[in-house]
């Protein structure tokens, strides 16, 4: 099992910047890719951004060059760098997991842009 918490959401002008945090506990050596999704009220779970356990890094298209993600495998934790915020960005963000057998997920964090 993996567990994974969320930190770091909150709210934010339109413009700002924040950045979310996931710290991944449990059999973490069977991770291999991790990323973050979010979901707006009334839509569906959407990628946001994906890194491999070497670091390469993938975007939505909608987040590319605002957004960078990172991970750091001695602390078992990925970030996502929000920068240039949109309110089209509120929504509720979940980090995840990949393993050879399956998927996890954290709780979500909130993250709400005001115009």
């Known amino acids: 099992q993996v567990q994974l918490v969320e930190s770091g959401g909150g709210l934010v002008q339109a413009g700002g910047s924040l950045r979310l945090s996931c710290a991944a506990s449990?059999?973490?050596?069977?991770?291999?890719?991790m990323g973050w999704y979010r979901q707006a009220p009334g839509k569906q779970r959407e990628l946001v951004a994906t890194?491999?356990?070497?670091?390469?890094?993938s975007y939505a298209d909608s987040v590319n060059g605002r957004f960078t993600i990172s991970r750091d495998n001695a602390k078992n934790t990925v970030y996502v760098q929000m920068n240039s915020l949109k309110p089209e960005d509120t929504a509720f963000y979940y980090c995840?997991?990949?393993?050879?057998?399956?998927?996890?997920w954290g709780q979500g964090t909130q993250v709400t842009v005001s115009s």
């Open positions: 995840n997991a990949e393993t050879n057998l399956r998927a996890y």
């Open positions: 449990g059999r973490i050596f069977n991770i291999n890719a």
């Open positions: 890194i491999t356990r070497g670091g390469r890094p």
